[in-house]
């Protein structure tokens, strides 16, 4: 038995929850301690062994025998954890990650994101200014494209259409990158 448009108006709000509901919970953020900034871990050793979820500009790659060490100038992130060089300097921060990471992908001026636990604070140089420089041990770090494409929108966003005719009642979801 073919729907009726009553049947179809009643529906459709229904579904529109459940597509935008099944898009907004696809990604699920680690638990993190937001409140915690480098430049508030450089100057304690208090917050060892929490996890953060730091970003900012790459300015030096280290290789050292079992990691690679990535040297940040830290900015706060975005709703979409990308970091924000437009807002004020968080600090400086040193991200270890085991094992090798190959130079040619990371390159300095890139945007970059991690997620890790505080595992020290080493004194060093980042950006010719000595300082504590916290370490966090990253499984993941996340690279950030240079520009977004299709102007200056926040990624991803999430298209949907829907459409009717004689034959029936049509709909799509689209997520753009």
Same mark, same amino acid.
């Given at each position: 038995? @073919?729907?009726?448009?009553?049947?179809?108006?009643? /529906?459709?709000?229904?579904?529109?929850?459940?597509?935008?509901?099944? *898009?907004?919970?696809?990604?699920? &953020?680690?638990?993190?301690?937001?409140?915690?900034? @480098?430049?508030?871990?450089?100057?304690?050793?208090?917050?060892?062994?929490?996890?953060?979820?730091?970003?900012?500009?790459?300015? *030096?790659?280290?290789?050292?025998?079992?990691?690679?060490?990535?040297?940040? +100038? *830290?900015?706060?992130?975005?709703?979409?954890?990308?970091?924000?060089?437009?807002?004020?300097?968080?600090?400086? =921060?040193?991200?270890?990650?085991?094992?090798?990471?190959?130079? &040619?992908?990371?390159? &300095? #001026?890139?945007?970059?994101?991690?997620?890790?636990?505080?595992?020290?604070?080493?004194?060093?140089?980042?950006?010719?200014?000595?300082?504590? /420089? @916290?370490?966090?041990?990253?499984?993941?770090?996340?690279?950030? @494209?240079?520009?977004?494409?299709?102007?200056?929108?926040?990624?991803?966003?999430?298209?949907?259409?829907?459409? #009717?005719?004689?034959?029936?009642?049509?709909?799509? +979801?689209?997520?753009? =990158?």
């Amino acid at each position: 038995m @073919p729907l009726r448009k009553r049947q179809i108006g009643a /529906l459709l709000p229904i579904l529109i929850l459940l597509l935008t509901g099944c *898009a907004s919970g696809g990604f699920r &953020a680690p638990v993190v301690n937001t409140s915690i900034t @480098p430049s508030a871990v450089s100057s304690t050793d208090s917050h060892l062994g929490e996890i953060v979820h730091w970003g900012g500009t790459l300015v *030096a790659i280290h290789h050292r025998r079992d990691s690679t060490e990535l040297g940040v +100038v *830290a900015y706060p992130l975005d709703s979409c954890g990308r970091p924000s060089p437009g807002s004020p300097r968080t600090g400086r =921060f040193i991200i270890v990650h085991p094992g090798f990471l190959e130079t &040619a992908d990371f390159q &300095a #001026g890139q945007r970059v994101t991690a997620t890790g636990r505080i595992t020290g604070i080493r004194e060093g140089t980042i950006v010719e200014e000595d300082d504590s /420089l @916290p370490l966090i041990e990253s499984y993941n770090v996340q690279l950030w @494209p240079d520009q977004q494409i299709g102007g200056d929108y926040t990624r991803p966003w999430l298209n949907i259409g829907i459409g #009717g005719g004689s034959g029936g009642v049509y709909g799509s +979801v689209g997520v753009i =990158f």
